[in-house]
């Protein structure tokens, strides 16, 4: 199975701040990456998908990059609404599997 | 908008069989991919399968010999049942609209195995 890793389980900060959220692939799975957030109460929301393809209604605050084994969340001038738990996901095989989670705090 | 909605024992015993049920609204299941996923206690999270418009299904290879996904197309419903359960299946499940990468998720149930 492809192991994805996010190497932070935990990251604090500030409304207005900048954050990056690194996932990293056991192997290449080329862009089949898809970002999640999860905020207590509420359902899981598909934010990105195909690395850096935001879906409809995430706002243009959060961007995706990366490619092959390597790839970020970015979530520029961050809002309250933005903190929760965030999960990467690849679908480039199955089984499909996810990163272990970061939660974003704040500060 | 779809939405998805769990339901079903939030306990169940040890080698007995888990069965949900996911209600879909606002899309038909005979249409795109259904499928469930589980987050254990401390956040991991675990691709279990689905089932498509067609009445195909995939597995979590992990689950192969114990899950089985079924639908019910006249009450827009598709269903997970797990079988021989232990404790380590004790973990909030998910059912979603997805092949690959869910769009749409239901709240989560919570499922304890224990007896």
């Known amino acids: 199975d492809v192991q994805m890793t996010q190497s932070l389980s935990y990251l604090a900060a500030s409304p207005g701040e900048s954050v990056s959220i690194s996932c990293k692939a056991s192997k290449s799975i080329s862009n089949y990456l898809a970002w999640y957030q999860q905020k207590p109460g509420e359902a899981y929301k598909l934010l990105i998908y195909?690395?850096?393809t935001l879906q409809s209604g995430t706002p243009s605050r959060f961007s995706g990059s990366g490619s092959g084994t390597d790839f970020t969340l970015t979530i520029r001038s961050l809002e309250p609404e933005d903190f929760g738990l965030y999960y990467c996901?690849?679908?480039?095989?199955?089984?499909?599997?996810f990163g272990a989670g970061t939660k974003l705090e704040l500060k | 908008e779809v939405q998805l909605q769990e339901s079903g024992p939030g306990l169940v015993k040890p080698s007995q069989s888990l069965s949900l049920t996911c209600s879909v609204t606002g899309y038909s299941i005979t249409s795109n991919y259904w499928g469930w996923i589980r987050k254990f206690p401390g956040n991991k999270m675990e691709w279990m399968g689905y089932i498509s418009y067609s009445g195909s299904t995939s597995y979590n290879p992990s689950l192969k010999s114990r899950i089985s996904i079924t639908r019910d197309t006249s009450k827009n419903q598709f269903f997970l049942q797990l079988n021989s359960v232990t404790t380590e299946d004790t973990a909030t499940y998910y059912c979603a609209r997805s092949r690959a990468f869910p769009d749409f998720w239901g709240p989560g149930t919570m499922v304890t195995v224990s007896s």
């Open positions: 996901q690849q679908y480039y095989e199955k089984p499909y599997t």
């Open positions: 195909s690395g850096s």
